[in-house]
C-alpha cells in the first residue's frame, strides 16, 4: 500500500530577490524558523498555534513552512511588496495586510502567534518603538511574539567581514553607537543610481542586555527563549508571551504567612 505524506509547497516567486543559485540556503533558512517556533511551542505547552501573523513576510520563506506546520491554522501576512503579498496569498493562502492596515478596521483579528523575522535589524529605535506597540495590541493573551534582531555576531563581523550594505562611515557610527548603549543604528546609503533616500530603513544592531531592558515597558510581557545566532546561525531570536502577572500572594502563601508570625 502506498502511503501518501504532506510536503511543504517548496513553490519560490519569481519576484523573490533572494539568489536562485542557493535555493538550499533559502529554504533551510525558512526550515530554521520553523524548528525555533516548535521548540518555544513546547516550551509554552501548546499543542498547536491557530492564528498567527507574519509580519515582514516577504515571499513566504517563512510561512511556506508555517503553512506545512500549522495547516489548520488562519495564516496572515504583513508586507510593504505588493508582489509579495499576491504570492503569500495565492501560493499559501494567507490573509495579505500592509502596516497601515493593522491599525485600522481592516484587520480586527488578534493572533495566538506573531513572528517577525529580521524586520528589526533594519528599524531605528523610534520604529521598533511604534512596531512593537502595535505588535503588542495584536496579540492574544497568552500569545506569542518572536523576533529576531542583529547582536554580538554581526556587531562583530561589521567593518571587517562583512558591511551589511553601509557604507564606510556608517559602519563606524553604528559601530560607536552599539560599544556606546548596545543599540545603534544607521540608514542604507542613497541610491546612487536614482538619487533617492532609502527612506528610514537601514541596519540595527542590539545586544542581549539592550533588547531585555527594552522589553521591560511591556509589564505583561514574559520571556520565554533566548537564543543567541538562533536563526540560520546568524540573528538572535527572543520569544515573549503575553501573559498577566498575578502581583497578589496566592490564598495558600497569605495562611502560611500568618501562620508563621504566630
Not at 503569500?88 to 488578534?110: I, M, N, R, T, Y
Not at 559602519?171 to 543599540?183: A, H, M, P, V, W
Request: with cysteine; charged share 25%.
Amino acid at each position: 500500500m502506498r502511503i501518501l505524506t504532506r510536503r511543504p509547497n517548496l513553490r519560490i516567486s519569481e519576484a523573490e530577490k533572494m539568489p536562485f543559485e542557493d535555493r538550499e540556503s533559502y529554504f533551510w533558512t525558512g526550515r530554521s524558523a520553523l524548528e525555533i517556533i516548535k521548540l518555544v511551542q513546547r516550551t509554552t505547552g501548546r499543542s498547536t498555534f491557530y492564528k498567527i501573523l507574519d509580519m515582514a513576510s516577504g515571499h513566504g520563506r517563512v510561512l511556506r513552512w508555517l503553512k506545512f506546520a500549522y495547516p489548520k491554522a488562519k495564516l496572515t501576512v504583513c508586507e510593504v511588496q505588493e508582489s509579495a503579498l499576491e504570492f503569500c496569498e495565492k501560493a499559501f493562502g494567507a490573509k495579505p495586510l500592509v502596516p497601515s492596515d493593522l491599525k485600522s478596521e481592516k484587520d480586527q483579528d488578534s493572533y495566538d502567534l506573531i513572528w517577525v523575522g529580521s524586520l528589526f535589524t533594519h528599524l531605528d529605535i523610534k520604529m521598533w518603538d511604534e512596531t512593537l506597540s502595535l505588535l503588542y495590541s495584536k496579540l492574544d493573551e497568552n500569545g506569542v511574539l518572536i523576533f529576531t534582531t542583529h547582536g554580538d555576531l554581526v556587531a562583530t563581523r561589521l567593518g571587517s567581514i562583512d558591511n551589511y550594505g553601509l557604507d564606510s562611515e556608517s559602519t563606524k557610527k553604528l559601530i560607536s553607537e552599539y560599544s556606546d548603549s548596545g543599540f545603534g543604528y544607521q540608514r542604507y546609503p542613497n541610491d546612487l543610481t536614482t538619487n533617492e533616500s532609502s527612506g528610514n530603513y537601514g541596519v540595527s544592531v542590539s545586544s542581549t542586555q539592550f533588547v531585555l531592558g527594552y522589553m521591560r515597558k511591556f509589564q505583561d510581557m514574559q520571556l520565554i527563549f533566548l537564543g543567541e545566532m538562533k536563526w540560520a546561525n546568524h540573528q538572535d531570536v527572543y520569544a515573549f508571551i503575553r501573559k498577566e502577572i498575578d502581583t497578589k500572594f496566592p490564598e495558600v502563601m497569605v495562611n502560611w504567612m500568618s501562620e508563621v508570625s504566630q
